[in-house]
């Protein structure tokens, strides 16, 4: 169905930035709302952020609220996850997802999801 790739990690210094990437082709782009998730080594996926269809509505997790910021522009069919100020607990593999319906809230939730991207490891290390 929708393939998603997400793409821009790497590896940076504490207190560094890194932007991720998330397209997708095709006419419908605009029709999905987007999630980033996370997953680090032997710890369940945690959402970090969605947008909404138009980039009206957004949400973030806890804990990168402040530092990370998302945004889409659907001329480009690309959703964007600006990382700054990262810490070593941001390290996971990183995760864009897309679905047709915009829930609020439960955008923080993975089943609500219908199209994964392959993921993109972030590294925060000295």
């Known amino acids: 169905q929708l393939q998603l790739v997400d793409s821009g990690g790497g590896l940076v210094q504490p207190g560094g930035s890194l932007r991720l990437s998330c397209a997708a082709s095709g006419f419908t782009w605009r029709h999905y709302a987007i999630g980033w998730f996370r997953q680090a080594p032997g710890k369940e996926r945690e959402a970090v952020s969605c947008i909404s269809h138009n980039g009206g509505a957004t949400n973030y997790e806890n804990s990168v609220k402040g530092r990370f910021t998302i945004s889409r522009d659907n001329a480009k069919n690309t959703v964007y996850l600006q990382m700054n100020n990262l810490k070593p607990e941001d390290t996971a593999v990183y995760y864009c997802?897309?679905?047709?319906?915009?829930?609020?809230?439960?955008?923080?939730?993975?089943?609500?999801?219908?199209?994964w991207g392959q993921g993109t490891q972030v590294t925060v290390s000295s």
């Open positions: 997802a897309a679905t047709p319906t915009w829930y609020g809230s439960g955008c923080n939730d993975p089943s609500n999801y219908d199209s």
